[in-house]
């Protein structure tokens, strides 16, 4: 940062098209965070992830739009109760997850989601050998 003073009210609404309305509580810090490590331009497309992950958009050094999206308690619910989390479960009780192995998942699934981005909830799954069915 270059020592300018921030303001922040602290809460923030935006409405979609629908008049539905998004808040913000305090995830503006973490923009001017990330902002800072960006080198501070004046224009980005933010995403924080969480329980409510926001997507913000900043334009002229300030907050223009956000929204928010249940992406992160969706996540958790379908791993939770459906067989989608089967396998996850599995490798939990297995200990079989790494920081690596998880970093990679991460990493191919960040990738995949940019490749496809007109389909929010595809899913890849990779085994690694073949499934014989004999």
Known sequence: MDGSSVTSAGLKTARDATGSCYVIRG????????????????????????????????????????????????????????????????ADAAGVADNESNAEASDSGVAHSLSHPGQPFAARLQRPHPISLR
């Open 27 to 90: 995830e503006e810090t973490q923009v001017i965070g990330a902002l800072a490590r960006l080198g501070d331009p004046a224009d980005a497309t933010l995403i924080l992830p969480g329980t409510h992950t926001k997507w913000l958009r900043v334009a002229d050094g300030e907050i223009a739009d956000f929204a928010t999206v249940m992406t992160g308690e969706l996540h958790a619910a379908l791993l939770d109760a459906t067989i989608l989390g089967d396998p996850v479960r599995s």
